[in-house]
């Protein structure tokens, strides 16, 4: 199947400043991409809708200014939290869908912990 | 998006067929049912999707009847790798993201 890869793993960060994650898609292209947030026991919950080329769609109750998503290439969607709290921190996954159009695959994962 | 229903947690013992169903009353004609299975720390990992009738891969098989009202994932004997979240969506495309439900919790037990 298809491989989207993120970067980094595991981040851990500082109260106040900002961290990135990347998605990339490591053998096809994708005009869009997802992100969820999951915490520990939890489900997976969306975020937004990266597009290629415009801007994401955030769902409600996400902050847009907070969660930067930029979708600069046909590979790479990145995910900036800005000003990152303890709250912030959580299991941030990113997916696509694949060439066949139907099924959508996922990252590994990045864990943010903010202290 | 269509909203599922599935057990929140099974037990089954290694070598055991383990079958998780999920309800999806109201699916619309263009939706594929996906299962997806999920390790702690890990994303997501692609189980088998299907439309209608049955489907069958190298790990699972999918059972969908007639109304399309519901699906059923089959395990053949599972081991204790087996042991993770297993989640049952529907959606009508990859450009439409997938809203999660809870998922099943499957504990395999020696």
């Known amino acids: 199947g298809a491989v989207v890869s993120q970067h980094p793993s595991r981040v851990i960060c500082k109260s106040g400043t900002s961290v990135k994650i990347e998605c990339r898609s490591l053998d096809f292209q994708a005009t869009t991409m997802f992100w969820y947030r999951q915490f520990p026991k939890q489900s997976l919950m969306l975020m937004a809708t990266s597009n290629e080329g415009s801007k994401a769609t955030y769902e409600q109750g996400v902050e847009k200014d907070k969660f930067l998503i930029n979708h600069a290439s046909l590979t790479l969607s990145t995910l900036t939290v800005t000003s990152a709290h303890p709250e912030d921190s959580s299991f941030y996954i990113c997916?696509?869908?694949?060439?066949?159009?139907?099924?959508?695959?996922f990252g590994e994962g990045s864990w943010l912990t903010v202290v | 998006l269509a909203k599922t229903t599935q057990p929140i947690s099974m037990d089954s013992y290694e070598g055991q067929e383990v079958n998780i169903t999920c309800s999806h009353n109201?699916?619309?004609?263009?939706?594929?049912i996906t299962w997806y299975q999920q390790f702690p720390s890990q994303g997501p990992r692609f189980i088998i999707q299907?439309?209608?009738t049955k489907v069958t891969n190298e790990v699972a098989s999918l059972f969908i009847p007639a109304d399309r009202k519901s699906s059923t994932l089959s395990l053949p004997r599972v081991s204790l790798s087996d042991t993770a979240v297993y989640y049952c969506?529907?959606?009508?495309?990859?450009?439409?993201?997938?809203?999660f439900g809870k998922g099943t919790r499957l504990s395999v037990i020696a």
């Open positions: 109201n699916i619309a004609t263009n939706d594929y």
């Open positions: 969506l529907v959606g009508d495309s990859g450009n439409t993201p997938l809203v």
């Open positions: 997916s696509a869908p694949g060439q066949s159009g139907n099924t959508i695959y």
């Open positions: 299907g439309y209608k």
